[in-house]
């Protein structure tokens, strides 16, 4: 049974900082294309950062050189470290995780791609 677990979101301030995690249980997230989501009130869901099996990862370009996607295959978690951040990062984040072979670009611009889900974590940034 595959499971993906949230946590780490909250409300910050404008240049804050905030560091997502994202537990994987029921199978090696090493062997998935794991993938952060985020969904703001009244937007559609947009890829923000990605890391695939082979280690390359890919950034949705408002939030390059500010967020950073990264694996821990001994704790099977994979984190979105996020700084800088503005009011429009405010928003659902999801983490997702696919069997799919594809490239970074295409894992953020399709979510269906990605059949297993978490339950989100809320960020706030006023």
């Known amino acids: 049974h595959v499971q993906l677990v949230e946590s780490g979101g909250g409300s910050v301030q404008a240049g804050g900082s905030l560091t997502l995690s994202c537990a994987v249980s029921g199978y090696t997230s090493s062997d998935f294309c794991m993938d952060w989501f985020r969904q703001a009130p009244g937007k559609e869901r947009e890829g923000v950062a990605v890391t695939d099996r082979d280690g390359q990862t890919g950034y949705t370009d408002s939030v390059k050189d500010r967020f950073t996607i990264s694996r821990d295959g001994t704790k099977n978690t994979v984190y979105l470290q996020m700084n800088a951040l503005k009011p429009e990062d405010a928003a659902m984040y999801y983490c997702?995780?696919?069997?799919?072979?594809?490239?970074?670009?295409?894992?953020?611009?399709?979510?269906?791609?990605?059949?297993?889900w978490g339950q989100g974590t809320q960020v706030t940034v006023s």
């Open positions: 997702a995780a696919s069997r799919v072979i594809m490239t970074p670009a295409q894992a953020l611009s399709t979510s269906s791609l990605f059949r297993f």
